[in-house]
């Protein structure tokens, strides 16, 4: 069954992958007609259904095999994060009937359940502190309100790739390929964690951790950093050029470092082949959006992401943490970064609905909300050592 499961993964993948070249189709302009357009959009949706149906198989199918909710590591939490952010965009087709918003949609869900395939992907029982009816309720409810959240990021995104100007090279045009370019480090987390995989590099560490305790750690690429007093064990392999103190997790951070360093790589070949911003190059896809409606669908969904962000993210959570640990909060990365979205798109709300930040102040709020949600999905779960690094 657990097989079976996986399967069903890839399928959502290659069925997500193939909606994406349809919906894209549908927006074409050249050489295809309106009733074409429609045609490969419908076509497109139907096949993004097929593939939330086989991720939502996935779920249950990984749910009956574990005997508890498959939110409990990272490789758990952001695939199904990825399957809500399909079914946040399916829902807000089925309202706006706007294929544009898969196209952008589609690349980022198909890069996070990427992401997450690159995390251990075994069925384990779960430690005494997630052994809890909180754990689905939590963790369930925080990932929905972020996948409603991503919406924004998303229309937001569509709004500023047809309204900056490139060819000022303006300092919004500037920050709106920094954009770009942290969508391409993500994906040389993927191509570096599966290049070193495939080559069966290994390096294994004795260290200190956090608690002065040792430990091992197996390092899956070549170690930049190293582990708090770390000796290496393996012969053969790269020596690390810093040594990480116990706070921060060594390993992470250097698979942080590896995806700069890739991702870095992979944006210069992109900006040599296209011999311009990749930001400009996308505009011409957009030049027929509704600016208002990528507008009005940005705000919507913070206003439906928001409270479902602060029901999971905050409330929950702190009931959960008074059960679990006898008291409501603490100062630990992940309560902080969560404290931390919550009052950015509280500000969000506050701008918009008092000072009337509409339009392009809007979009740009969208985008840095996200930033701030995937900070937390890489960054703090990678690097900051915590309660909560279960991955």
């Known amino acids: 069954m657990a097989e079976w499961s996986s399967n069903l993964l890839y399928i959502a993948f290659i069925m997500y992958l193939v909606a994406t070249l349809f919906l894209g189709g549908s927006i074409r302009q050249k050489n295809t007609t309106e009733t074409n357009q429609r045609k490969w959009g419908l076509i497109g949706i ?29 490789f758990e939490y952001t695939t199904f994060f990825g399957m809500t952010l399909v079914g946040a965009f399916i829902i807000i087709y089925f309202i706006y009937r706007k294929t544009i918003l898969g196209v952008v949609a589609l690349p980022i869900a198909l890069l996070i359940i990427a992401y997450a395939s690159m995390f251990p992907k075994d069925i384990n029982p779960l430690i005494p502190a997630l052994q809890s009816d909180w754990l689905k309720i939590h963790v369930t409810t925080v990932a929905a309100g972020e996948a409603i959240l991503a919406i924004s990021f998303v229309a937001g995104l569509i709004y500023l790739l047809k309204s900056v100007d490139h060819v000022k090279g303006s300092r919004q045009s500037f920050w709106l390929e920094t954009v770009m370019y942290g969508i391409i480090v993500v994906l ?11 080559s069966n590099y290994e390096a294994t560490f004795n260290y ?11 390092y899956t690429l070549p170690a930049i950093v190293g582990p708090n007093e770390g000796v ?3 012969k053969g392999v790269m020596q690390p050029l810093a040594e990480m103190p116990g706070l921060i997790n060594a390993k992470k951070l250097n698979t942080v470092i590896w995806s700069f360093i890739i991702g870095t790589v992979l944006y210069a070949i992109l900006r040599l082949v296209f011999r311009k911003r990749i930001a400009a190059k996308l505009q011409p896809a957009v030049k027929n959006v509704n600016l208002d409606l990528m507008d009005e669908i940005g705000y919507r969904s913070v206003l439906i992401g928001f409270p479902v962000f602060t029901l999971g993210g905050l409330i929950f959570a702190m009931i959960w943490a008074q059960i679990a640990w006898t008291r409501f909060w603490g100062w630990d990365p992940k309560e902080v970064w969560a404290l931390i979205t ?29 930033v701030i949600i995937m900070f937390n ?10 309660l909560h690094s279960y991955a």
Request: net charge positive; hydrophobic share 60%; proline share 1%.
């Open 208 to 218: 200190v951790n956090q608690q002065g305790q040792e430990a091992v750690s197996e």
């Open 232 to 234: 290496l064990v393996t």
């Open 377 to 386: 999905l890489v960054a703090v779960n990678l690097i900051i050592a915590g």
């Open 46 to 74: 139907v096949i993004t259904i097929i593939g939330f149906a086989a991720q939502l198989g996935f779920f249950f199918l990984r749910w009956a095999v574990a005997g508890h909710a498959p939110v409990s590591n990272l």
């Open 342 to 370: 919550f009052l950015f798109y509280a500000a969000f709300l506050h701008l918009r609905l008092s000072k009337g930040w509409h339009g392009e102040k809007s979009a740009w709020l969208a985008v840095i909300g996200f």
């Open 188 to 198: 040389g987390f993927i191509v570096a964690s599966t290049g070193f995989t495939l």
